[in-house]
């Protein structure tokens, strides 16, 4: 297995759970949130998609699919064109209320982006700097990787929510 494969693996994994949390809900039930305090299955969902957006698209030189392809304005979300859901409040969690969808649109295109670019990449190209505001620098392998173990999180909490919805 070469690098392409694995980030290929990697991210279908994450692709196959946010379709099962996503198959069949409302847009009641993707906003149900356990506590007043807690992230419901569409931030969950969105949330995981624009970083997955915004940090592959950084490493990849190309403009975010959010903006590109028009997404933010079918969103039309009450915040910053660039936000990504880092450090949002209760309230701003409470904001994203879409149905299943649309979410799942925005998701596929973005995976379908972040698969068409590390099916390119080589095990050398992992060893890049991507961003030396860190000590050490941040290289290309580090930054998918994080964006990996971002999604699989947020992917994992949103099905334990799904699995625990009312009724």
Do not use: C
Request: hydrophobic share 45%.
């Amino acid at each position: 297995m070469n690098v392409a494969e694995l980030l290929t693996d990697g991210f279908g994994r994450v692709h196959g759970v946010v379709h099962e949390v996503l198959d069949g809900l409302n847009a009641d039930q993707l906003s149900w949130r356990a506590t007043p305090e807690a992230n419901s299955i569409a931030w969950l969902v969105w949330h995981l998609t624009r970083v997955q957006d915004d940090h592959v698209s950084e490493v990849a030189g190309a403009e975010q699919a959010w903006i590109a392809d028009g997404w933010a304005g079918r969103f039309a979300l009450p915040f910053a064109e660039d936000a990504t859901g880092y450090a949002q409040d209760s309230d701003e969690v409470a904001a994203v209320s879409v149905d299943a969808d649309l979410l799942a649109g925005y998701f596929d295109a973005v995976y379908a982006r972040t698969i068409a670019y590390v099916a390119k990449l080589t095990d050398p190209d992992l060893d890049r700097v991507v961003d030396d505001n860190w000590d050490p620098p941040v290289t290309l392998g580090v930054r998918l990787v994080s964006v990996l173990d971002d999604d699989i999180q947020h992917a994992g909490q949103a099905a334990f929510i799904r699995g625990i919805l009312p009724g």
